[in-house]
């Protein structure tokens, strides 16, 4: 079938999209999945989850997130990026997996949608107000029903001319007007939909209702009777992966690519200023729950924030920033000189803190600004309908700062001003004395608040690969005094680290775009697998075991104890 | 409408189950679908089994056999043997047929979604899988070439009710075995006897490329639960894939690397995908624009 791409067609009525449902529509012999999202966007997704094929119709409406039936991969509002294989929740999906979107405008009642849009949906003279009538699916192609409604008299209507070929307008004899327009669903089979001109009501609506409903359905049956319906297969169309998504990863420098600008600047307490970044032109990418950001400030200065968004906010990212006096300058500048509709340059979302959310219980240790990549994760789970408890060790004077945040799981969070280091500990001792099967612990705060978190939880016998944090910054020293090659098995290529320079410079500067973002052996974004040789760890992102297995290091600060390292990539 | 007619020599060629040995005591004749083929089965009084096409009124036979509790035939030349099931003889073992599952799928994704652990907590909640327990931990892929069949092992998954006797959940070992190209063996640890494993079994029927009969049945260690529960509750397991099987799009199995996004859990899957694609199969299954097959793992 031959239809200009660049024509709207409606897919649905606005009242097939009630609270958390998902609608399955179709057009042209694609099959859509048509879902409204609790902040009132309307998804159009090709119905088919990119994994194993299942239509995603017959998966559930999460509110922000669509979730496949068959391994509840979750995908985010707008983007329809992957947020979570529940089969490997270790990993972040590394490469960004995302189903096809298609346009949508909501408009006289129904969802309409086109391949390649110019324009909008055009408007129908006469309709500023409207009923939506009860669409009517007929056996019998396109081209059928558009010849008999041109050639056809319809009882008590007289067809007026209309620019648009699409839309029908009528006439009746009491002066109101009908507009029809047709859905071709797939080869053999059309939808007809209609609007009345005027908005109706009660009874009256149901009279309107009614009539066009015995109307149509006359239209239909002589319309099948002229043309017999013929049987078909059912193939619907699918699309192809992107190349991308069938072939191995390849690193590139996407670095800081991203134009925000600031729609919101929110002082939260005295000391804390929320950001909220609005994307300028293109779509945000997808994000998953303790992700950060790059910001690069106006005196070139980056820093990482990470992103406090609740699943599927794919509208814009937020971040929570510290006010540091003495700081290294970072915050000054968002304090003082960032306002509201400035733009500014960020990266794509990092994670190196994910949340593997396979545990029957999570315990959330917060110290001050730490806060922010649990404030995304707490929201996750709790969206999840998943056990957790979220402690927040914090100054008197900013304890109210994310109540916002905290509204729907207020139940679930305990908050502890001002306490002495002792006390602190004492408390830390009472949360984590008995471990349980599957239970985890996330720990994000100054350095000393981790390292006392993981040796308490070790001494009380959890296991180690079930304490997660992240460090805001590495505050150990870095010696870069040693001399050593490396071999990079995938690329073919040797090269030597002298002493003064990181692994990642030399790899950058031999144009090995290997993505990196704090730099000072915190993030983890910069890890790259170690095939052979002894590392020299000089980070604080990985934990003993992983330094142990000495088959992982952090690019940016870690170095060599043998004369070569082999490395992944 | 007329029936495509299979010329696919690789499936031709195999031998299929038609039907359960226990089915045939009480049916003088069944009749039956194969590759769009209309088959008659027959068991006379002396015990014998005779098997033809349905259209030919010569009533030429087709060549049978009986193993596995199955009777098997082929509309080709089929192998000599039969694939290797030796715990189906262990005589302190009970075989029960669980049933026969019509589906409107290919019977590839019919064995796919056999060897698949992910789906458990999403599909066969509060059974064979619960959230959030819900990692595919790494497990071992080979292809025997001896026997040329798959074999993935040490899987594990978390089950919440891993013995009848037990009321905690807890990490189930499990043993796939692809055999035949629609055939699949699960073994699991036995409630009964640690040392021993039940074994549970599809033989997949092709009733058209994209309808199947999906013949089950249990080989196990167990004389308590009686024959009508242990049918029930794979009746229940299969009634829960059905509907998602029944929903995936194609129905054909895909062997285009670019067809979908497979994820470690599925090695298994890529390894069947590529086995069939090195058979040359074409029925039942979307093959490969490329040849370029999948990246070994």
């Known amino acids: 079938m031959k239809l200009a791409l660049s024509k709207w067609f409606p897919v649905a009525s606005i009242s097939d999209l009630p609270y958390r449902h998902i609608f399955q529509g179709q057009l042209l012999g694609r099959e859509y999945a048509i879902w409204k999202a609790d902040d009132g966007n309307i998804n159009i997704w090709e119905n088919r989850c990119l994994h194993r094929g299942v239509r995603l119709s017959i998966g559930t409406n999460e509110g922000f997130e669509l979730k496949c039936q068959y391994h509840g991969w979750r995908y985010a509002n707008r983007t329809a990026g992957c947020t979570y294989i529940p089969a490997h929740p270790a990993d972040a999906p590394a490469r960004t997996i995302c189903n096809n979107t298609y346009t949508c405008q909501e408009k006289y009642g129904m969802v309409w949608t086109c391949e390649t849009p110019i324009g909008d949906v055009p408007d129908i003279k006469g309709f500023k107000s409207f009923t939506v009538l009860r669409p009517i699916p007929i056996n019998s192609a396109y081209k059928n029903v558009r010849n008999f409604l041109s050639s056809k008299e319809i009882p008590d209507h007289h067809m007026l001319r209309s620019k648009q070929t699409e839309f029908w307008r009528f006439k009746t004899n009491a002066g109101n007007l009908l507009s029809l327009v047709i859905q071709p669903q797939s080869g053999n089979i059309s939808i007809l939909r209609g609007i009345y001109n005027l908005k109706t009501t009660g009874t009256e609506k149901l009279r309107v209702l009614k009539y066009y409903n015995s109307l149509m359905t006359k239209l239909r049956d002589e319309i099948e009777s002229q043309h017999l319906p013929k049987l078909h297969e059912r193939n619907p169309k699918i699309s192809k992966l992107a190349d991308d998504l069938s072939q191995f990863p390849t690193l590139s420098d996407q670095k800081h690519n991203l134009r925000v600008s600031v729609s919101e600047k929110v002082k939260l307490s005295d000391n804390i200023v929320k950001l909220k970044l609005k994307s300028i032109k293109k779509q945000l990418p997808t994000f998953h729950a303790g992700a950060h950001i790059d910001i690069v400030l106006q005196n070139g200065l980056i820093r990482q924030y990470s992103l406090t968004n609740g699943p599927g906010e794919t509208d814009h990212y937020c971040i929570a920033v510290k006010i540091e006096k003495h700081g290294g300058g970072g915050s000054k500048i968002i304090s003082e000189n960032i306002s509201v509709g400035d733009i500014m340059a960020i990266s794509a979302p990092h994670n190196s803190f994910p949340l593997l959310r396979n545990s029957t219980h999570i315990i959330f240790l917060a110290g001050g600004i730490g806060i922010t990549p649990m404030l995304s994760m707490a929201k996750a789970m709790h969206s999840m309908r998943q056990s957790f408890e979220l402690h927040h060790f914090t100054k008197s004077n900013d304890k109210e700062a994310f109540s916002h945040d905290f509204a729907s799981f207020t139940n679930k969070v305990i908050t502890y001003n001002d306490l002495s280091i002792n006390q602190s500990l004492t408390t830390i001792k009472s949360l984590l004395k008995k471990p349980k099967f599957s239970n985890k612990i996330y720990v994000c705060g100054p350095g000393e608040m981790i390292q006392n978190a993981i040796k308490i939880g070790l001494e009380f016998g959890w296991n180690e690969s079930d304490i997660h944090y992240e460090y805001f910054k590495n505050e150990n020293e870095i010696h870069k005094n040693s001399t050593f090659k490396i071999d990079l098995a995938r690329s073919a290529m040797s090269l030597e680290v002298p002493s003064g320079k990181s692994v990642l410079q030399i790899l950058k500067e031999n144009g090995v775009n290997l993505v990196s973002s704090c730099e000072q052996g915190a993030c983890g974004t910069c890890k790259v697998r170690v095939i052979e040789g002894k590392i020299d760890h000089q980070d604080v992102f990985l934990n003993s075991l992983e330094k142990e297995g000495q088959n992982i290091m952090l690019t940016c600060v870690s170095r060599a104890k043998s004369k070569r390292l082999i490395l992944d990539i | ?297």
Not at chain 2, 89 to 102: H, Q
Not at chain 2, 268 to 276: F, K
């Open chain 2, 1 to 297: 409408m007329h029936a495509e007619i299979c010329e696919d020599t690789v499936i031709l060629n195999q031998w299929h189950p038609i039907s359960s040995t226990d089915d045939l005591k009480n049916h003088k004749q069944i009749t039956t679908m194969l590759l769009e083929e209309k088959i008659t089965c027959k068991k006379n009084s002396n015990g014998k089994y005779f098997v033809w096409k349905s259209i030919d009124i010569k009533k030429k036979l087709l060549p049978i056999k009986i193993a596995y509790g199955y009777l098997w035939t082929s509309l080709g030349t089929p192998p000599t043997d039969l694939f290797s099931f030796p715990e189906f003889y262990e005589i302190d073992r009970r075989n029960v047929a669980t049933g026969v599952f019509g589906v409107n799928i290919s019977a590839g994704r019919t064995i796919e979604n056999f060897l698949d652990m992910g789906h458990f907590p999403f599909v066969h909640t509060g059974v064979l899988g619960e959230e959030p327990h819900t990692e595919v931990k790494e497990y071992d892929v080979s292809i025997c070439e001896t026997n040329d069949e798959i074999l993935a092992t040490k899987c594990q998954f978390y089950q919440p009710q891993a013995a009848v006797i037990s009321s905690k959940g807890a990490e189930v070992d499990y043993i796939y075995r692809i055999p035949h190209i629609n055939c699949a063996i699960l073994y699991k640890s036995s409630p009964v006897d640690k040392k021993r494993q039940d074994a549970i079994i599809i033989f997949v029927q092709p009733v058209s490329q994209e309808i199947v009969r999906a013949h089950t049945g249990m080989c196990i260690i167990d004389d308590k639960s009686a024959d009508k529960d242990i049918r029930l509750f794979q009746q229940t397991i299969f009634g829960q894939d059905k509907p998602i099987l029944e929903n995936q799009f194609p129905k054909k199995l895909p062997l285009d690397s670019r067809a979908e996004t497979p994820i470690r859990a599925d090695k298994s899957s890529i390894a069947y995908r590529r086995w069939l694609s090195q058979k040359g199969l074409t029925y039942g299954v979307i093959p490969s624009e490329d040849n370029n097959l999948f990246e070994v793992m």
